[in-house]
């Protein structure tokens, strides 16, 4: 089955493709033909997803699904959350967000925080959404050098590394997007005769 993943992320495509294997043909937003940037304007993770996915549905009429995911801070009321990649503002940087972030975070006690994607399929279109979310804690500095964005100062619950500290395989055994993939994936398999 021919999919389109509606990013141009080389990071998370390279994560992905991994975990849906030969199964399914894997294109990028470059491969149909996609070159504009679609809109993120939606006040929730969910919401952007959605919109993404709807976008490639409605402009070319692709099967696709999109993602979106956030960083959710107890000890800042959520944030950075729907604007986890444009925290630190325009351009996007990893370690400008990264170091607004330990800034925000000085002097607080509660380091508490969830990574969340959702992940919105469209088939012929019909809409499905997969959430996932991994628990963990920010570090008051970054450790690590693998992944990208929040990785090096995430420690998810449970685990004495980093996403950063861990490999590719390991992460996405664990991680949110690897979960909400899990979700896309076993639905997917489960319906692959009507497809």
């Known amino acids: 089955m021919t999919l389109c993943f509606a990013t141009n992320n080389a990071n998370k495509l390279r994560e992905i493709a991994a975990?849906?294997?030969?199964?399914?043909?894997?294109?990028?937003?470059?491969?149909?033909?996609?070159?504009?940037?679609?809109?993120?304007?939606r006040n929730t993770i969910a919401g952007n997803s959605h919109q993404k996915?709807?976008?490639v549905w409605t402009h070319y009429g692709v099967d696709c699904f999109a993602d979106d995911t956030g960083l959710e801070v107890d000890a800042?009321?959520?944030?950075?959350?729907?604007?986890?990649?444009?925290?630190?503002?325009?351009?996007?940087?990893?370690?400008?967000?990264?170091?607004?972030?330990?800034n925000n975070l000085k002097g607080r006690p509660d380091r508490r925080a969830r990574f969340r994607t959702v992940i919105t399929l469209v088939i012929g279109g019909e809409y499905t959404a997969?959430?996932?979310v991994v628990e963990g804690h920010?570090?008051?500095?970054p450790r690590g050098v693998e992944g990208f964005g929040y990785d090096p100062v995430f420690q998810p619950e449970g685990y004495d590394r980093t996403f950063a500290e861990m490999s590719m395989e390991e992460k996405a055994a664990i991680s949110h997007r690897g979960r909400a993939f899990e979700k896309l994936v076993a639905f997917l398999k489960s319906r692959q005769d009507q497809y």
Not at 80 to 100: K, Q, T, W
């Open 19 to 41: 975990m849906l294997g030969e199964r399914f043909e894997l294109k990028t937003l470059q491969g149909i033909g996609c070159f504009e940037e679609i809109p993120e304007t």
């Open 53 to 55: 996915a709807e976008h």
């Open 76 to 102: 800042l009321d959520g944030a950075p959350g729907v604007d986890s990649a444009f925290y630190a503002g325009m351009p996007r940087s990893y370690e400008r967000n990264v170091a607004l972030l330990l």
């Open 130 to 132: 997969f959430e996932g």
């Open 138 to 141: 920010i570090l008051s500095e």
